[in-house]
């Protein structure tokens, strides 16, 4: 995994540390289990839903909270995913003589910043 190149990113390619590599695979694998426990929520949910049985819809109660944390858990693992990227690419194109990154029509782009 170490030294893969990302060429076309930059403006020439460019090296992308191991370490980031290591981060994004594991968040990314985090994702799928946070995903998959999702999916087995989700199942139960319907089922308590569709017997009609008093505790059982009280029960879903509690597993629509965790369904709930368990998305927020996402979003914020893909917003770290994000920021990650972003600053890999920001320290890998330094070195890079036009002063920003390139987008694959060879113009400079521009970073876009979205509120908190």
């Known amino acids: 995994m170490e030294g893969d190149t ?26 799928q289990g946070i995903l998959d426990q999702n999916r087995l929520l989700i199942n139960e949910i319907n089922q308590n839903h569709e017997s009609k049985i008093p505790d059982n819809l009280s029960r879903n109660v509690g597993l629509i909270r965790e369904l709930n944390n368990n998305i927020r858990r996402v979003v914020d693992l893909y917003a770290d995913l994000s920021s990650s990227f972003t600053k890999s690419m920001e320290t890998s194109s330094e070195g890079d003589s036009s002063g920003g990154a390139l987008k694959s029509d060879g113009k400079a782009g521009h970073k876009r910043n979205r509120p908190s």
């Open 6 to 31: 990302f060429s076309g990113l930059v403006g020439n390619s460019t090296q992308i540390d191991g370490k980031v590599l290591q981060t994004f695979q594991k968040n990314f694998v985090q994702v």
